[in-house]
Nanobody, 119 residues
Framework: QVQLVESGGGLVQAGGSLRLSCIVS????????MAWFRQAPGEERKFVAR????????YYVDDVEGRFTISRDNAKNTMYLQMNSLTPEDTAVYYC????????????WGQGTQVTVSS
């Protein structure tokens, strides 16, 4: 069973930065396509970014392109999301998720970590 645990959320002022982490246990981490999603109050959960098992391919939603960087350390079974130039619109609960391959559905989820950006 794959388990995911996020950390690194918190309160930051607009223009600031945060780095989220997602530690994965169970299975073979390097084979998973990993992703970050976020859910703002009153909204549906939305895709943010994803990264291939090897780390060689990434994809971002337009809203965060150029500000956020997704990465992974397969030796540590950990994925990261470096978030820069944060705005209040980035306020949300951030979730990490795992899929068995690129293009496969995300079937394993973490519990989420809250990111709040003040203006």
């Amino acid at each position: 069973q794959v388990q995911l645990v996020e950390s690194g959320g918190g309160l930051v002022q607009a223009g600031g930065s945060l780095r989220l982490s997602c530690i994965v246990s169970g299975g073979t981490f390097s084979s998973y396509t990993m992703a970050w999603f976020r859910q703002a109050p009153g909204e549906e959960r939305k895709f943010v970014a994803r990264i291939k098992g090897s780390g060689g391919s990434t994809y971002y939603v337009d809203d965060v392109e150029g500000r956020f960087t997704i990465s992974r350390d397969n030796a540590k079974n950990t994925m990261y999301l470096q978030m820069n130039s944060l705005t209040p619109e980035d306020t949300a609960v951030y979730y990490c998720a795992a899929a068995m391959g690129w293009g496969q559905p995300f079937t394993s989820w973490g519990q989420g970590t809250q990111v709040t950006v003040s203006s």
